[in-house]
Nanobody, 122 residues
Framework: QVQLVESGGGLVQAGGSLRLSCAASGGTFRTLAAGWFRQAPGQEREFVAAISWSGRNTYYADSVKGRFTISRDNAKNTVYLQMNSLKPEDTAVYYC???????????????WGQGTQVTVSS
């Protein structure tokens, strides 16, 4: 079993930056693809970004393309989400997910973290 723990969330002003981390334990994380999703109040969880196990392939939602960057350090069993030029509409709980094949939908991921809150003030 793989356990995922997100960190790095917080309160930031519009235009600011945050870096989220997702630390994995309990399995061979370096062989798993990973993704970030978010859920705003009253809305469904949505895809943000994903990365293949090697880090060679990355995918982004149109709403974050050019502002967010997903990366990973397999030696540290950690995936990151660098978020720049944050907007109030980026406010959400951000979740890390992992599975054997990279995907852009929730259904593609078996392992999930508990989430970390990101709040962007205007």
């Amino acid at each position: 079993q793989v356990q995922l723990v997100e960190s790095g969330g917080g309160l930031v002003q519009a235009g600011g930056s945050l870096r989220l981390s997702c630390a994995a334990s309990g399995g061979t994380f370096r062989t798993l693809a990973a993704g970030w999703f978010r859920q705003a109040p009253g809305q469904e969880r949505e895809f943000v970004a994903a990365i293949s196990w090697s880090g060679r392939n990355t995918y982004y939602a149109d709403s974050v393309k050019g502002r967010f960057t997903i990366s990973r350090d397999n030696a540290k069993n950690t995936v990151y989400l660098q978020m720049n030029s944050l907007k109030p509409e980026d406010t959400a709980v951000y979740y890390c997910a992992a599975d054997f094949v990279v995907a852009v939908s929730e259904a593609g991921y078996h392992y999930w973290g508990q989430g970390t809150q990101v709040t962007v003030s205007s």
